[in-house]
């Protein structure tokens, strides 16, 4: 199974919410990854998680926070976010972060009013 | 810094032709090289990852090969079909450091019946 997944599909939110995304892999990997990608662009990294810890965060704000609960589940907190933050939001896996493949969700489409 | 440069942005041929997208970096102390299909609102789909060691690698219809002095990978599809239609993005990897795939401006690729 390389299947990664990710929840909800479609998100549309307003600048004052709290939401959550989810991702999850069940392929024993143990680096997750959280991409952002804009319209007619490439995806661009947010945040390594590896062994459940936390590796890189690319300069993200602080309205988006990241959580690995386990080995399997990665969450992207959401909070106070704005219309600018519209985009895909990927999740990625792989075994490890010596340049192992990565394995991509199908995305979050996230509108934000 | 890692630029990567994909050419041409967008490629529309009629099915049945073989044809080369190209993929050229400025940094070439690349550990490997990968890459990627996705179609419309979806996610990466990874399809050939090249070691910096390696010449080409060969998937079905596709052959990817690398140059890393000359900064440059040609991804090969034979016999294209409609199926074919999506958008293509390299990624590179550095060999020092994390190694972050940066990726390339991709090339949006229409097969028509």
Redesign the interface.
Known sequence: DTEVTQTPKHLVMGMTNKKSLKCEQHMGHRAMYWYKQKAKKPPELMFVYSYEKLSINESVPSRFSPECPNSSLLNLHLHALQPEDSALYLCASSQGLAGDTQYFGPGTRLTVL | KQEVTQIPAALSVPEGENLVLNCSFTDSAI??L?W?RQDP??????LL?I?SSQREQTSGRLNASLDKSSGRSTLYIAASQPGDSATY?C?V?RSTG????V????TRLLVSP
Do not use: D, I, P, V
């Not at chain 2, 609102?41 to 990874?46: A, H, M």
């Open positions: 550990y490997n990968q990627f609102g979806k996610g990466l789909t990874s990852l070691q993005l990624a990897r994390f190694q972050k795939l990726f390339g401006t991709g």
